[in-house]
């Protein structure tokens, strides 16, 4: 069983020491949320809570640049892996994700786990003049665009959304990150199938993770990329919860996410570094 941490909504100054407890307590992977900017009023439509509310997120929820702060996590750190979890690929020119993320690449030695969504916030879209009913369409469009530039060699695109003349990016990163896809919505998860490197589930339970994987499964066979490989992070709802760390290990989930405020005790922060470890003792105990 691997853990990792996802971080999101902390105190700037949070996270590199929690990514340096993550690291030293055995995590595999610490994974950066995302948004671009936060409208101060939406329409209740968050695909994955019954209120259409995502928790306590906001627009005073304090939120880090994610290629910033991976670049200074990747200096803080030595060996864990550095994830977007996930990052919102069509609110941004493919230009501007190709040379962040080769950029992070390059820092952290070959360490970063590239996890891309659609997004669900329509209003987020707006704001940055960015179209919402074709990102889906855009997405596709976006990632062939990074696998080709990441190659350092002279690219030309003439797609459905973006259309440029032959460029190159140097440094090329060396490996190209994996691309691994979020949501658990059939589109979703037919995209992940079809060119993901793997599958960043949201809150789901157990028995949708079993659901999701066997999609993912036969989607992956009939475009024949069932030999590829391609790995599956699902988040625990209570990462304290032995029974549920067994469940979906005895359902062949061996990656686990966790949240920083899952360990804090009385929703009290400061003490999270050292709960990390204490969860690692637990898991590695069993």
């Known amino acids: ?15 590199a020491p929690l990514a340096v407890a993550a ?52 200096c803080a750190t030595s060996t864990v892996m550095l994830g977007t979890g996930v990052y919102i690929l069509p609110l941004r020119n493919p230009f501007v994700t190709a040379r962040a993320a080769a950029t992070v690449q ?3 030695g070959g360490r970063l786990l590239l996890g891309i969504g659609a997004g669900w916030l329509r209003e987020e879209y707006a704001a940055v003049g960015e179209s919402f009913d074709d990102r889906g369409a855009r997405m596709d469009e976006i990632v062939g665009i990074l696998r080709r530039l990441w190659t350092g060699e002279p690219v030309a695109h003439h797609g459905a959304a973006y259309r440029f003349d032959a460029v190159q990016l140097s440094p090329a990163p060396r490996p190209q990150p994996p ?4 949501g658990l919505t059939l589109p979703a998860l037919r995209r992940a199938a079809r060119i993901g490197d793997g599958w960043f589930a949201p809150a789901c339970s157990l028995d ?19 030999h590829l490989p ?13 029974a549920e760390r067994d469940a979906f290990r005895s359902a062949g ?3 686990l996410v966790v949240f920083p405020a899952q360990l804090a005790r009385g929703g009290d922060l400061s003490g999270v570094a050292d709960r990390v470890a204490e969860l690692a003792g637990e898991v590695t105990r069993v």
């Open 23 to 74: 690291e030293r307590s055995g995590f595999e992977a610490v994974w950066l949320s995302d948004h671009l900017v936060t409208p101060v009023e939406w329409d209740p439509v968050y695909p994955y809570s019954s209120s259409g509310r995502p928790g306590s997120y906001d627009g005073a929820t304090p939120l880090a640049d994610v290629w910033s702060m991976l670049g200074y996590l990747a």
């Open 208 to 226: 949708e993770a079993i659901a999701a994987r066997d999609i993912l499964d036969a989607e992956r066979r009939a475009v024949q990329r069932d």
């Open 1 to 15: 069983m691997r853990l990792s941490l996802n971080l999101f909504g902390q105190p700037l100054d949070a996270y």
């Open 253 to 255: 989930f061996g990656d």
């Open 106 to 108: 390059q820092l952290s």
């Open 230 to 242: 391609f790995r599956i992070w699902v988040r625990l709802r209570d990462p304290w919860n032995a």
């Open 179 to 182: 691309i691994i896809v979020g």
